[in-house]
Nanobody, 125 residues
C-alpha cells in the first residue's frame, strides 16, 4: 500500500499560480505512475495529469494543457503540479493518486489504486 499526502491548495485569484505537492510513503518501490485528479462540486472526479514514475512521460487533460505541468522527484517520492493561468473553472478538490499496476495508457484512471485525502483549490474571478 502507498500512502499519499497532498499540500499546496489555497484560494487564489484568476490568472494566478499554485504548486501542489504530493509525498508518497510506504510501498513506493511498487509505483508505476502518479497523477493528479480533481473533483468540482456536483461533478465526477476527472483526470488532470499523470506521469510515468520511471520514464517521466506525461499525460494532460485538454483543459489544462499549456497551463499545468506535472513533475516528479524520485528521490523524494514526491509529485508536483504547477498550475499557471488559473481559471475559476479550475476550482475543485485536487487528489493525488498512485498506480502500482502496469498502465498501458497514462489516462487509464482505473489503474490508480492509492489516493490522498485531497486539497482544496479555489480560484476567484
Amino acid at each position: 500500500q502507498v500512502q499519499l499526502v497532498e499540500s499546496g491548495g489555497e484560494l487564489v485569484q484568476a490568472g494566478g499560480s499554485l504548486r501542489l505537492s504530493c509525498a508518497a510513503s510506504g510501498r513506493t518501490f511498487s509505483m508505476s505512475a502518479m497523477g493528479w485528479f480533481r473533483q468540482a462540486p456536483g461533478k465526477e472526479r476527472d483526470i488532470v495529469a499523470t506521469i510515468n514514475w520511471s520514464r517521466g512521460s506525461t499525460y494532460y487533460a485538454d483543459s489544462v494543457k499549456g497551463r499545468f505541468t506535472i513533475s516528479r522527484d524520485n528521490a523524494k517520492n514526491t509529485v508536483y503540479l504547477q498550475m499557471n493561468s488559473l481559471k475559476p473553472e479550475d476550482t475543485a478538490v485536487y487528489y493525488c493518486a498512485a498506480s502500482s499496476r502496469y498502465l498501458q495508457r497514462l489516462d487509464d484512471s482505473r489503474g490508480f489504486g492509492s489516493w490522498g485525502q485531497g486539497t482544496q483549490v479555489t480560484v476567484s474571478s
